[in-house]
């Protein structure tokens, strides 16, 4: 199982930007997905989560601005992000817990990240 990040990139701030996550190989159902971020010199956070049934959660300082979705026929996590800051600019990672057979255990996939910078 493999995810696979896109969408950054350099935006000016109050830019909007749309992260991408796809997931491909052997999968057999995706359950929680989630968006991590992580500044320079700093720790990787969370930035928004979502359920296989659609519940959503997001972290106080991007509620209102950041949206989360999935398109479970495409095994695809998005992160639609509007009215941009300095302060968002970090690397995101998606992150999945992932059956990859009908009879296996659940798997946690990161994948690779990808680079969003905010510029004032």
């Known amino acids: 199982v493999q995810l696979q990040a896109s969408g950054g990139g350099l935006v000016q701030s109050g830019g909007s930007l749309r992260l991408s996550c796809a997931a491909s190989?052997?999968?057999?159902?995706?359950?929680?997905m989630a968006w991590y971020r992580q500044a320079p010199g700093k720790q990787r956070d969370l930035v928004a989560s979502?359920?296989?049934?659609?519940?959503?959660y997001y972290t106080d300082s991007v509620k209102g601005r950041f949206t989360i979705s999935r398109d479970n026929a495409e095994n695809t996590l998005y992160l639609q992000m509007n009215s941009l800051k300095p302060e968002d600019t970090a690397v995101y990672y998606c992150n999945a817990d992932i059956n990859p057979t009908r009879w296996s255990r659940v798997y946690n996939y990161w994948g690779l990240g990808t680079l969003v910078t905010v510029s004032s």
């Open positions: 979502i359920s296989a049934g659609g519940n959503t």
């Open positions: 190989g052997s999968i057999f159902r995706i359950n929680h």
